[in-house]
């Protein structure tokens, strides 16, 4: 299916779309912003933290917002990353007064991407800016299967509804580590959660049942599969 995750991910009508999550972020938000520019949207991709220079797109360096703005406009449709400054291959994130100036200048045909990594920084300065996102919650499920692993292998758990709930606990502790405004945001419309790196269907009879009862606990949309493979399915 052509722009699958564009679709499937909702941001059709959300301009400002942040992603943050356990692991590296990059290859999701190109491929959003990528379909977002096949969808006829100009893309934009804005780091909170330092990123790497990325393998494909454009990459535009200024601490002037208006003229990355106009040089953004003035081109054919494409994903661009924008940034303050270079320094040894990584892109620097302006500050949270240039993105908010930024922000408020964003025509309806551009769709900005932050890319929000949590293990690179704690951007309290950019909360304000981040709350009024459409955010995207991504977990490897790398990390998570270990931990589900465990505990199901643990024999002095005998109950199936206990280990469950250490699951369920574990879950929402990665989500409030690494998505800290996920659980503030109320409504399909406002924030979903991707589960990358399920690869096969032992992987999947590890997940659905505890992202079954997220789902019950949160009103938000549950999507998992690989990015890297185009891999995407709903629970």
């Known amino acids: 299916m052509k722009n699958l995750f ?9 301009n400002v779309i942040s992603v943050s999550g356990d692991g590296d972020n990059t290859a ?12 006829g949207f100009r893309t934009l991709v804005v780091g909170i933290c330092e990123q790497k220079y990325p393998v494909e797109g454009k990459v535009l360096i200024s601490d002037e917002t208006e003229l990355l703005l106009q040089l953004i406009r003035d081109d054919e449709p494409e994903v661009t990353y924008l940034a303050r400054k ?9 500050k949270s007064k240039e993105l908010a100036i930024l922000l408020k200048q964003v025509d309806k045909d551009i769709k900005v991407f932050f890319n929000v990594d949590l293990k690179k920084c704690k951007p309290a300065s950019y ?24 505990i199901y292998q643990n024999t002095t758990i005998r109950s199936s509804s206990t280990a469950q709930k250490k699951i ?14 996920y659980s503030t945001k109320k409504g399909e419309e406002a924030h979903i959660l991707f589960v990358d790196q399920v690869k096969n269907l ?23 599969g690989q990015v890297h493979q185009y891999n995407l399915k709903e629970i």
């Open 127 to 150: 909360n304000k800016i981040l709350k009024g996102t459409y955010e995207i919650c991504t977990i490897n499920f790398n990390i998570l299967r270990e931990h589900l692993l465990k």
């Open 86 to 94: 270079i320094k040894a291959d990584l892109l620097f994130p302006f």
């Open 168 to 181: 369920q606990k574990y879950f929402f502790q990665l989500i409030e580590e690494y998505c800290p405004n």
């Open 28 to 39: 999701l938000i190109h491929l959003l912003a990528k379909e977002s520019v096949e969808a």
């Open 202 to 224: 032992l992987d999947e009879n590890l997940l659905i049942p505890v992202a079954r009862n997220l789902h019950t606990a949160d009103t938000s949309k549950i999507l998992y």
């Open 6 to 14: 564009f679709k499937h991910f909702g941001i059709e009508n959300s």
